[in-house]
């Protein structure tokens, strides 16, 4: 093992290569990797936040820790799929971690332009790629924005429409809100055969249980100790995952991998353990507490849009553990490679020193295109012919890196052997153990998230009772308007 990549087992799907966070590595700044190991101060205070991640994860606290080992969980959710798949459409309505997850499995293993293919025969493959898809067209409805429901809504034909609502608490108002208007319109066009066209996703009580109960739909469970923006490898990713044809048994078999990967306390061989305590002692010594994760490849930027999510809810506390006041978390920032070079990347490289830069990259892209040999007479663009996309690609985020690396700007890139199932089954795992480990660290709890409960309350007192809000929310001060 290099000095700067966590130790990876026999078969690993993901490798942190974690070199251009160290002093020595970078011309100046970063981490003593002396203190990454044996007796080095980061090296113990991550055994300490280990044993405490452990005590969680026994306890049953931290439940998405057994997600990839519940198959009969899986088993529900594909059999629920079965029943959508005959559907030209699956929308799914949830919103936050009731609608990322399914975004980012969706987005990094359905071909790009899936939902404009016609459907394929029932004995098809489907794979990514090919000319024709298997399953439904999928949709996710996840903001209460008048012209996107009813743009989607009115183009789907609702006859051939299966719905997905998700919500843990049965009651999230934006979901419901999209739910209510999309359950009329389905029951309109669909008649009796409406209730066959839903799968309702949710905890253990609530408005959608009892309604699923009512109607006798097929309903899935979202485990009590899973929060929803741990939940992407439950029912509310899966269902939608295996009508779209994802596997997802090798989803969740590299998540079980990078479980394994991440039980022991020695941090040089956890690699979720690596990735917490370099981003933590990085905003905590050094004052880089922008994290940002920036994948290089379309098909990833909804993981960065769900990284943010997981990182900003979990770690942005106003008080620790024993209650003191401490306003502490770091920023996430997602980005992409390689367009936000073209927008970022000027001021990662010469602004403030006050972030890190986590790479997401892929060894195998699957599929390239050649670049042909034209423009010879040109050398400022005729040196690109003969290489590939993907060699464009991934030689600009190793040269961003080390553009970085040389202008003392921490780093770190994770790298999956190709982008399917089992990889980014292992890349969310590896980022649901890292915040945990955190949380720990920072003295957080990251499963909770108080600081949304206010804004929700007055939005339901806004609808619910307008003038007595009105009352307790004052309206615009003309002086401060222009």
């Given amino acids: 093992m290099t000095a700067g990549s966590a130790a990876p087992s026999d078969g690993a799907t993901v490798v942190v290569d974690y070199g251009n966070m160290l002093t020595g ?8 990797p002396e203190r990454l ?5 980061v090296a113990r205070r991550f055994e300490a936040a280990f044993r405490e991640v452990e005590d969680g994860r026994r306890s049953g606290e931290m439940g998405f820790f057994a997600l990839p080992f519940d198959r009969e969980a899986e088993a529900r959710a594909r059999e629920a799929a079965r029943g959508v798949v005959g559907c030209d459409a699956l929308v799914v309505i949830g919103i936050g971690g009731s609608a990322l997850g399914a975004k980012a499995l969706g987005g990094a ?9 016609d459907a394929a025969p029932p004995d098809h493959g489907g794979e990514r790629g090919d000319a024709q898809r298997s399953g439904p067209r999928l949709y996710v409805l996840d903001n209460p924005d008048p012209a996107t429901a009813s743009a989607l809504l009115t183009r789907l034909d609702l006859r051939r429409t299966a719905l997905n609502v998700v919500s843990k608490s049965g009651s999230t108002a934006e979901t419901m809100a999209n739910f209510m208007v999309a359950w009329d319109r389905l029951k309109r066009a669909a008649g009796e055969d409406a209730p066959r066209r839903l799968v309702v996703t949710t905890g253990r009580g609530g408005p959608l249980r009892r309604l699923a109960e009512e109607l006798g739909t097929r309903c899935l469970s979202v485990p009590e100790n899973v929060g929803g923006r741990f939940s992407a490898l439950s029912a509310v990713g899966l269902m939608p995952a295996a009508a779209a044809g994802i596997d997802t048994g090798a989803l969740l078999g590299g998540a079980a991998d990078m479980v394994r990967r991440c ?14 305590a370099l981003l933590h002692a990085a905003d905590a010594e050094a004052g880089a507490g922008i994290h940002v994760l920036m994948p290089y490849g379309d098909r990833l930027r909804w993981l960065a849009a769900w990284f943010q999510q997981l990182w900003a809810e979990s770690l942005g506390k106003a008080r620790d553990r024993t209650g003191a006041i401490v306003e502490t978390g770091p920023t996430p920032l997602p980005a992409l490679g ?9 001021l990662l490289m010469e602004g403030p020193r006050d972030k890190a830069v986590v790479f997401v990259a892929c ?13 010879g007479d040109d050398p400022a663009v005729s040196y690109l012919g003969g290489s590939t996309l993907f060699q464009l690609l991934d030689g600009e985020r190793r040269a961003t890196a080390d553009a970085l690396r040389r202008a003392g700007r921490m780093n770190m ?9 089992r990889s980014l089954g292992a890349l969310i795992m590896l980022f649901q153990i890292a915040v945990v480990y955190a949380g720990a660290l920072y003295g957080v709890d990251p499963l909770d998230q108080p600081g949304v ?13 307008p003038a007595e809000a009105r009352s307790r929310i004052p309206p615009p001060d003309p002086r401060w308007q222009v």
């Fill in 37 to 41: 190991v044996g007796e080095g101060d």
């Fill in 453 to 465: 409960e206010l804004s929700k309350k007055l939005a339901r007192e806004l609808i619910a009772r």
């Fill in 109 to 117: 293993l359905l071909s790009p332009f899936r939902n404009e293919l």
């Fill in 363 to 375: 060894r195998d892209p699957g599929e390239d295109v050649a670049v042909p040999r034209l423009f």
């Fill in 263 to 276: 039980e022991s306390p020695v941090l040089r061989e956890n690699p979720a353990g690596m990735v917490a």
């Fill in 25 to 32: 590595v970078l011309p100046s700044g970063g981490t003593d």
């Fill in 413 to 421: 890139t994770l790298t999956a052997d190709r982008l399917d199932a």
């Fill in 338 to 346: 390689a367009n936000d070079q073209h927008s970022v990347l000027q």
